[in-house]
């Protein structure tokens, strides 16, 4: 095989495996694997740079950073739709279609949600991806074509043959609820701001001029309707997408809970109105905010008579959901005591029902967000429920506060332990700094037990605060030496669920060091964290000896989470626990970090200069595979510089120093 061939295949592989991982959620190799792959492309076209084309997978890692987006107009106007709030809408929109169309023949709709993210354009001509256009004002978009590539659900080819030359198809950019929550933790872990909620992350993100950092963030896509409609053979909006799947585009016409389709063909008014209620009863489920139902006439014969009306369609409307508000009255607020000691302000109130639940407490937020609403206890409040987030207080109706009210003050002492709180300058709670505050523990014990943790998943909230109420359990690593006579006596427990328990805790004694880490509940190591630091340390002793600069010179490490870590670790009665797990028998498995190479273990190479076919970016991660590190700048602790082309002051400094500076294949080399 040539080496032309060796791309092609080399391509068609890599994009049937990203559409297995990121479309079909199932992967058949492993991400090292996949790695491998991808290194094997790039590899190539670094020798053969004319093997570098628009569609090539290699487009999907990103590329330097654009000085500002260009324009560009939409071939056909990007509108938007008619909002209302009630489902009796959508019987007057039903109303107002027939009376256009002068007929009482039922009008057949697709209903389907709608995505709470963003606008997006994108345009395939002869079956390659080449435009990606935001809606802008309608009229006149940005390009975000760079970025889009990065979208690894997107195919960056379809068949040529199903489709006309252009071919135009819009859709929601977003980014799943789960995907939102990881991406803020590696914010969090980097020092950087975190994103207010997904939609603004996505946002963000589509418009990020450096398409290398949108690479790193999951953004998905979901077509929900053609450009131009012309020449694609669908005769209704139904057929569209199904045309769509066809192509492995992704779209929302297979979906399904619990068993029905979130995407309904729908024989009239009616039938739409029972939708609106369905797709809001699974709206928790979903993997994605949504923030109403858009109801499209099905027909595009019908959709073309119809026309638009200003700057929407008479064919379509969105049925929005309302965040769901109710009044009640606070009876008292009380703090709570998190994981990490934040004391979090709770509204604890009378009963009341919002958006399917009952709900007798909200947050307040912090002492700031109480001051700025003038909540006071005995005052009647607006609640509201938005999708899944926590239950908060909205406004006080001040026309019925009484005047015997009294403002809040905020305890300046933890409530459980009643140790004096702290306040960092630069945030807005308080913090209980006891480690051992029997509320720090308690909820700490249950991020250990947690299923992403140590997953001891007979280790239930109930039973975790009878063992600890009980003082069975005051640490984590107690856990390890319950017996089942300890748990026979403690309420509703007989000998099965004993039993389970041990077994349960047992089945956890071997943890990826990963999840270990994870588990010790660091503030602000969260999972993406343990792993980068399970894969750089290997094993427990070589973690417990970390030093700020060592984790500093890991990829995704900020000096937020640095000093947070260097903090537990010097701390005596944290490492003892950590010693005292292992001593009562959790052993660390042998998993694939710890078969991971060795070859550059302990070592610290700083990088300098450029180089012909390699990112500092990707060398970094080489040497941390390897159980390197690459601290930033050049000292007397550092074993080599790596120098490439118009490498300047840091070369200097290390010839100072007597420090070894080795060539990019020099380099290379040493893990041969
Ligand atoms: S169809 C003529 N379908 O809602 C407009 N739009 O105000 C055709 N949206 O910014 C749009 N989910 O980004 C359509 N299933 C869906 C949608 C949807 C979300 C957004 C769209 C647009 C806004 C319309």
Redo the contacts with the bound molecule.
Sequence with gaps: MNYKEKHKKLSIEIEQHNYNYHSLDKPTISDYQFDQLFNELLELESKHPELVTETSPSQRAGSTPLDKFSKVKHRTPM???QNSYSPDDILAFDERIKKFLNSDEDVEFIC????DG??LELVYEKGLLTKAIT?GDGTTGEDVTLNTKTIKTIPLKIDAGAVPDVFEL?G?VLLHKSDFESLNEGQLSQGLETFSNPRNAAAGTLRQLDSRVAATRPLRFYA??PGVIDGHGADSHYQFLEAVNQLKIPNLIAKKIKKSAIIKKCKNAEEAVAHYHFIESVRDQLEFEIDGM?M?VNSFQLQQELGFVAR??RW?T?AKYKPKQETTVIKDIVLQVGRTGALTPVAIMEPVFVGGVTITNATLHNESEIARKDVRIGDTVVVQRAGDVIPEVVEVVLKKRKKSSVAYEFPQKCPVCGTKAEKNEDEAVYRCPNLFCPAVVKESLKHFVSKKAMNIDKLGEQITKQLWTEGLVKTFSDIYTLKKEDILPLERQGEKSANNIIKSIDASRQPELSRFIYALGIRFVGEQTAKTLANYYQDVPSFLKATEEDLLALNDIGPKVASSITSSLSNKDFVKEVQNLLKNGVKIAKSDVTNASKKLKGLKFVITGSFDNYKRSDLKKTIEVNGGSSPGSVSKNTDYLIAGEAAGSKLKKAEDLGVKVLSIEQFLAMLD
Excluded: G, I
């Design positions: 509108l938007s739709l389907e949600p709608k995505l963003l606008a809606r819009r929601e929900y309707a858009v499209k929407s369609p379509a969105a």
